[in-house]
């Protein structure tokens, strides 16, 4: 399941960065007011916060209100719910670094993380 909304959810995201770095590009680079990792590290750290709580809404709903066994719920929310989150955010985001618009990195995304599917 967190698969299959990753890719909506990283297809969102790629959208504002490359409206961000437009800005960079023009405004933020020839003054040199702050470097290009700068941006990229606020950039993920402001959706570190999201994703934990989104994830954590989904794994509430997932585990104890469905009802599976409760004995692996910390493994699995770390797995699906915290390193999977930042996996894909990060991905989204440097694969729509290496695209020239919005379109490219949709297709890219979608074709690139279907390799994280089949595996």
Same mark, same amino acid.
């Given at each position: 399941?967190?698969?299959i ?7 969102q995201?790629?959208?504002?960065f ?18 290009w990792?700068?941006? *990229?590290? &606020? %950039? =993920? #750290? ?5 994703n934990?709580?989104?994830?954590s *809404?989904f &794994? %509430? =709903? #997932?585990y104890?209100?469905v ?6 719920v910390g493994?699995a ?7 999977f ?7 989204g985001?440097?694969v729509?670094?290496?695209s ?5 990195a ?6 690139l993380?279907?390799?994280v599917v089949?595996?």
């Amino acid at each position: 399941m967190g698969t299959i909304l990753s890719v909506p959810l990283s297809n969102q995201l790629q959208v504002p960065f490359l409206n961000m770095r437009s800005i960079y590009e023009i405004r933020e680079r020839p003054s040199r007011m702050y470097s290009w990792t700068a941006m *990229l590290t &606020s %950039l =993920v #750290l402001t959706e570190i916060p999201w994703n934990i709580f989104a994830t954590s *809404l989904f &794994s %509430l =709903v #997932l585990y104890w209100l469905v009802g599976f066994d409760t004995d692996r719920v910390g493994y699995a929310y770390l797995s699906f719910g915290v390193i999977f989150p930042l996996y894909f955010t990060t991905f989204g985001l440097a694969v729509a670094a290496m695209s020239p618009d919005a379109e490219i990195a949709a297709i890219l995304y979608s074709f690139l993380f279907s390799f994280v599917v089949t595996l």
